[in-house]
């Protein structure tokens, strides 16, 4: 797994609270917020993520992580890559590279569980816990994989 | 052009995403899935303005903006007019020989909330389509005003409780019926008009390529189940969202040149209504012995169009 692409220097580091807004009197009219800080010559659907120069208004640099009570935890061994948790996660916490799912975005995730319940995998190779569970323990607590029930 | 490859899902993976995270919409929402989907199956430059309403307040709270194109916050009413005008700009521009990059393709989109298009933006959409610009209209349609506190607008469906429709003793919810405003825009001789569902994501982004290709203004109504006013789990807004397109309540389709009617999804098993209305919180009273006679009455409504539909896509008219 590549960590450079899960934790880039920008990412996290604020968070979005009322002591960084600005009063009303000072928001100033017609206001433009550059997404990034220098001029590009062509858009970004040609750059990836961790490439791109983004500028601090770019929300991609701010988290809403303490939005969340319970988080997904990623099972690698398990997922067959089949992308259902990326094209519908809509806080583009997935992070996928090369047509492999890498992991979760916990800075941009909000625990909705949207992820968990497309999974297809038996047992799923998501599932959502705690927000305090740690990681490799989550991973331990694993389901075995279900057997069909006789209807 | 329209180059990423939808062929299959893990094709489509390889995008670079255009939509950041750490937006303020409501965990699970279905607009930022919506969005994601559509601008994941472009890679145009894109110019965007978005209507006021959930997606707009929630993707630019000032100092931050989630938006990786060129984006415009504008008043309730008029992302239409807004589009419309940077895309005459940009003719003339391009005419006049004024542009620094004349042969990169720029797109045209604007987004609204159904409040917007259905009630308030209509006039200025409708005026925009009958001026014929070359854009792309997008509706994320979660029947109701859910950035306000959910007050119901003219595409909430019969039967459904808001925030001044409210349910009890009196009233079984809204009595009035949900707006066609396919059909209407499909009148307005558009090019290019489609119903779309974000649980179906390869004809979402096939659909939106077909819009961006066509010549002159498209128009997408997309259907965005709202956690917060539909009333159920976050974690089941596909769940919801495959009922409501199985249960027909949204079929699928599209109109061409306002006549050639394609249906793009026939569920293999079409679910009753019910199903759809008992799994949300705002249906609920339906279910009590005095109003079961409205859930009759949306299936008969829901088979109708449904007839209708599959008629209108045979007859070709």
Redesign the interface.
């Known amino acids: 797994m590549s960590r450079g692409v899960l934790a880039t220097e920008k990412r996290g580091v604020r968070e979005l609270g009322a002591e960084e807004f600005v009063g009303w009197d000072e928001v100033q009219q017609g206001v433009v917020l550059p997404s990034f800080n220098s001029e590009l010559k062509e858009n970004v659907s040609h750059i990836r993520p961790e490439e791109r120069d983004y500028s601090d208004f770019n929300s991609y640099t701010a988290t809403v992580a303490s939005w969340r009570v319970i988080k997904p935890v990623y099972n690698r061994d398990i997922c067959i890559d089949c992308q259902n948790c990326w094209v519908w996660c809509p806080d583009t916490s997935i992070i996928s590279r090369d047509k492999q799912m890498l992991g979760i975005d916990y800075d941009h995730c909000k625990g909705c569980g949207v992820c968990v319940e497309v999974c297809p995998t038996n047992p799923k190779s998501l599932l959502m816990f705690a927000e305090a569970e740690e990681i490799d323990e989550a991973l331990a607590k694993w389901p075995e994989k279900k057997k069909k029930e006789n209807k | 052009m329209a180059i990423t490859n939808i062929k299959n899902?893990?094709?489509?993976?390889?995008?670079?995403?255009?939509?950041?995270?750490?937006?303020?919409?409501c965990?699970?929402?279905?607009?930022?899935?919506i969005v994601?989907?559509l601008m994941n199956a472009?890679?145009?430059?894109?110019v965007i303005a978005t209507n006021t309403g959930c997606l707009e307040v929630s993707?630019?709270?000032?100092?931050?903006?989630?938006?990786?194109?060129s984006w415009i916050h504008i008043g309730f009413e008029n992302a239409a007019t807004a589009v419309a005008g940077a895309e005459a700009m940009y003719k003339a521009r391009k005419r006049k020989g004024t542009l620094k990059d004349p042969d990169?393709p720029v797109k045209f989109v604007a987004f609204g909330g159904d409040g917007s298009t259905y009630d308030i933006g209509f006039q200025w959409l409708s005026g925009a389509v009958e001026r014929g610009h070359d854009f792309t209209y997008i509706c994320l349609d979660n029947e109701n005003y859910a950035n306000t506190g959910g007050q119901r607008s003219s595409a909430t469906p019969t039967g459904a409780h808001t925030s001044t429709a409210q349910a009890g003793r009196v009233s079984y919810g809204k009595k009035q019926k949900k707006k066609d405003l396919v059909a209407i825009m499909a009148a307005h001789g558009a090019p290019y008009v489609a119903q779309l569902s974000?649980?179906k994501?390869k004809s979402m982004a096939k659909g939106f390529q077909k819009a961006l290709e066509t010549e002159g203004p498209c128009f997408i109504n997309t259907v965005s189940a709202c956690?917060t006013e539909w009333k159920f789990?976050?974690?089941?807004?596909?769940?919801i969202t495959d009922l409501a397109t199985d249960s027909l309540m949204f079929p699928i389709y599209e109109i061409i040149n306002g006549t050639e009617l394609n249906i793009l999804y026939r569920p293999k098993n079409i679910i009753p209504v019910e199903e759809y209305l008992a799994a949300q919180g705002r249906y609920k009273h339906l279910f009590k012995p005095e109003n079961r006679h409205i859930i009759e009455q949306i299936q008969k409504e829901v088979d109708e169009k449904w007839e209708y539909l599959q008629r209108r896509e045979e007859a070709r008219v």
């Open positions: 899902l893990k094709e489509f993976s390889t995008v670079n995403e255009r939509f950041e995270g750490a937006h303020l919409l965990p699970g929402c279905a607009h930022s899935m994601r989907e472009t890679d145009d430059n894109l993707t630019a709270v000032y100092p931050y903006t989630s938006w990786d194109t990169a974000p649980n994501w956690t789990d976050p974690k089941d807004t596909i769940h």
